[in-house]
């Protein structure tokens, strides 16, 4: 099956700072996604990507398919982004995903 | 919409006891999944249907562990008998059908088996 994995495992950074999360795959996929699991362990959706670039504020994400690789960048850090961020990628049915093991990230004041 | 809606939020109960978890997905959307997510193995789908029908359960653990989804706003998970290594956070999501389509989750329940 697809493998999917997410680096760095644990980032840690000052409040301002910016960071990049990446996301391999192994396989061609039709479907990606960018999950943020606070920590009240909710999953809240940041993108859908299977391809191409988008933006959020101070959020982006860029996916090569052909590559197999996606990555989110978090601009200017705020305590509020503590949390896993997750990758899931998929092909077959939208929902049908197979996630990454996370990053966990911590934003400190 | 209100989003995908789980209940209850937590759950704590006692092994060897029946547990019934319950989800009603976005309206409109065809599919919904169970995921569960444990410190061990991360988020996995246990299940999926489409249309109210189950597509595939390979990702079930157990016999112990049943879904059904009655009708289009509501399904459940059933766990009978429980055990402690069930303990985990059980997500549901929905989406509307096609590969090309976003997925989104409810709260989840945290299930504790004592």
């Known amino acids: 099956g697809i493998q999917v994995e997410q680096s760095p495992p644990d980032l840690i950074l000052q409040e301002g700072a910016n960071s990049t999360l990446r996301c391999n795959f192994s396989d061609s996929v039709n479907n990606l996604q960018w999950f943020h699991q606070n920590p009240w362990g909710q999953l809240i959706n940041l993108f859908y990507?299977?391809?191409g670039t988008k933006q959020n504020g101070r959020l982006s994400a860029t996916t090569v398919a052909t590559e197999r690789y996606s990555l989110l960048y978090i601009s200017s850090s705020q305590t509020t982004d503590s949390g896993v961020y997750f990758c899931a990628v998929g092909i077959f049915e939208g929902g049908k995903l197979i996630f990454g093991q996370g990053t966990e990230l911590s934003v400190k004041p | 919409d209100a989003g995908v809606i789980q209940s209850p939020r937590h759950e704590v109960t006692e092994m060897g006891q029946e547990v019934t978890l319950r989800c009603k997905p976005i309206s409109g959307h065809d599919y919904l999944f169970w995921y569960r997510q444990t410190m061990m193995r991360g988020l996995e789908l246990l299940i999926y249907f489409n249309n109210n029908v189950p597509i595939d359960d390979s990702g079930m653990p157990e016999d112990r562990f049943s879904a059904k989804m009655p009708n289009a706003s509501f399904s459940t998970l059933k766990i009978q008998p429980s055990e402690p290594r069930d303990s985990a956070v059980y997500f549901c999501?929905?989406?509307?059908?096609?590969?090309?389509?976003?997925?989104?989750f409810g709260q989840g329940t945290r299930l504790t088996v004592v």
């Open positions: 990507i299977p391809s």
């Open positions: 999501a929905s989406s509307l059908p096609g590969q090309l389509t976003e997925a989104f």
